[in-house]
């Protein structure tokens, strides 16, 4: 038995071992194929085959959702967290009959309930706007309670003579005593200057008497030669 399958590959979960490509556009079903009662599926049953396994899928993990809904780790979640699962795996239940995802099928019904109930939805935000602006007022006045800034703030300027007297005491000592760091960081540093010229000046002195003895040397060397030089001049003669 032979058909037309999509070109040079096989769809996703449906590769099975029996079936076995030999052309670009046909394939065959073994003839050991321990399934020999299988009917030849098109491509758009293929496609339709796919999509069933896969809302299968969904409603599995659904199901396994639910289980561990159940369990005793996920008892422990709050009541708004479970009210959100359930809702969740609701439109997922319903998107896998509906050929709709979730977020779909949570729109469509979100639409419907605001219809449903819009005047207490509209009384709902109202009471929502006006229970806001009774908190923000109550923020301001606990943040801004006049007398209270206004007690503290002459407490504030008010200072006494005693408290001038050790502010002014304390910025003099603290001048004083940075006054005296500095002079003597000055002295220590002038000392090291004089160290360093009296250094300077024995080096040049040194470098002053090896270079005479230099020059001296060299004046030598060249008496020796010329003398060395005069000695064959007089043995000849």
């Known amino acids: 038995m032979e058909g037309e399958v999509m070109t040079g590959r096989i769809l996703p979960g449906f590769s099975n071992p029996f079936l076995s490509l030999v052309s670009k556009e046909k394939c065959w079903f073994s003839s050991t194929d321990p399934i020999n009662s299988i009917r030849y599926k098109t491509r758009a049953q293929l496609k339709q085959d796919l999509r069933e396994k896969r809302e299968e899928n969904a409603i599995d993990k659904t199901r396994r959702v639910d289980a561990c809904r159940r369990c005793q780790t996920c008892r422990n979640h709050s009541a708004p967290y479970q009210r959100r699962q359930h809702t969740t795996a609701g439109f997922a239940e319903a998107g896998s009959i509906l050929s709709r995802t979730p977020a779909a099928c949570g729109f469509r019904w979100n639409s ?6 819009d005047q207490e939805l509209q009384e709902a935000k109202a009471i929502r706007k006006a229970r806001k602006k009774k908190k923000k007022k109550g923020d301001l006045e606990v943040r801004l309670p006049k007398d209270q800034f206004a007690e503290k703030l002459e407490q504030k300027r008010h200072i006494s003579e005693s408290e001038i007297d050790q502010l002014i005491r304390f910025l003099t ?3 004083e005593q940075s006054s005296d760091g500095d002079s003597e960081e ?3 540093l002038l000392r090291e200057k004089q160290q ?7 080096l040049k002195d040194d470098y002053t008497i090896m270079k005479q003895n230099y020059e001296s040397l060299l004046n030598v060397f060249k008496v020796v030669d010329q003398a060395r030089k005069e000695i064959p001049a007089i043995k000849e003669s």
Do not use: H, V
Not at 196 to 202: G, P, R, T
């Open 112 to 117: 419907s309930i605001r219809k449903l109930y």
């Open 173 to 175: 000592d603290l001048k």
């Open 186 to 188: 000055e002295e220590n």
């Open 196 to 202: 360093l010229e009296s250094a300077y000046q024995q």
